[in-house]
């Protein structure tokens, strides 16, 4: 089956403006996750969705920063006013997150790109 | 605060070689993840451990958790070129819970030569 999709793979952007990254997760897959690769600090967790709830916002780096799911399915993450420091790879991942079903395995999308100039 | 740290974070090592890449995390969990990363492309789940002794194997890689001393290792034996990538362990701070964001280590970049 599908796994789960980003868009757009690549995205390079002027400082100051706005972008928005987009994750489909795999179908019936009802946690979502956002993470962010960069050589400085590796991998690092930003957000989690539970359905179209954030329990936990406080990995988001700055305020510039924010993330929204709808129907369940769709998140997206937008960043205003883009710096340099938020050049990385954007990773969407998904899992199943049921009662009972304990593995909790996420499964990563491709990532986006983002350059900053 | 949850720390992952993996050793070594550069490995250099020749084909048919047996290796072990190791990972230490400081607080109780007993879900512990490995992933494979290769250049440019996202990461790939190579094993899920869940409870204190699993032990898990994929061909020439095998893993392992023990809870106790909140270490997990990843063994490789007789390398073989086409392992040759990025390894992350990552761990879910969140033990008995929901599902949560995990913490990583820094990866462990192994280059198995000819």
């Known amino acids: 089956g599908a796994g789960v999709s980003q868009s757009p793979s690549n995205k390079v952007t002027e400082k100051g403006k706005d972008v928005e990254l987009r994750c489909d997760p795999i179908?019936?897959?009802?946690?979502l996750y956002w993470y962010r690769q960069s050589l400085g600090q590796g991998l690092e967790f930003l957000i989690y969705f539970q359905g179209n709830s954030a329990p936990d916002k406080s990995g988001l780096p700055s305020d510039r920063f924010s993330a929204e799911r709808t129907g369940g399915s769709v998140s997206t993450l937008t960043i205003q006013r883009t710096q340099q420091e938020d050049s990385a790879v954007y990773l969407c991942?998904?899992?199943?997150?049921?009662?009972?079903?304990?593995?909790?395995?996420?499964?990563f999308g491709p990532g986006t790109r983002l350059t900053v100039t | 605060e949850l720390k992952v740290e993996q050793n070594p974070l550069f490995l250099s090592m020749q084909e048919g070689k047996n290796y072990t890449i190791y990972c230490n995390y400081s607080t109780t969990s007993d879900r512990l993840y490995w992933y494979r990363q290769d250049p440019g492309k996202s990461l790939e789940s190579l094993f899920v451990?869940?409870?204190?002794?699993a032990v898990k194997q994929e061909g020439r890689l095998m893993a392992s958790l023990d809870t106790k001393a909140r270490l997990s290792t990843l063994h490789i034996t007789a390398a073989v070129h086409d392992l040759s990538a990025t390894y992350f362990c990552a761990v879910d701070p969140n033990s008995g819970g929901g599902a949560d964001g995990l913490t990583f280590g820094k990866g462990t970049h192994l280059i198995i030569q000819p």
């Open positions: 991942a998904s899992s199943l997150d049921l009662a009972g079903w304990v593995s909790y395995e996420q499964y």
């Open positions: 179908s019936g897959h009802t946690a």
């Open positions: 451990l869940l409870s204190n002794g």
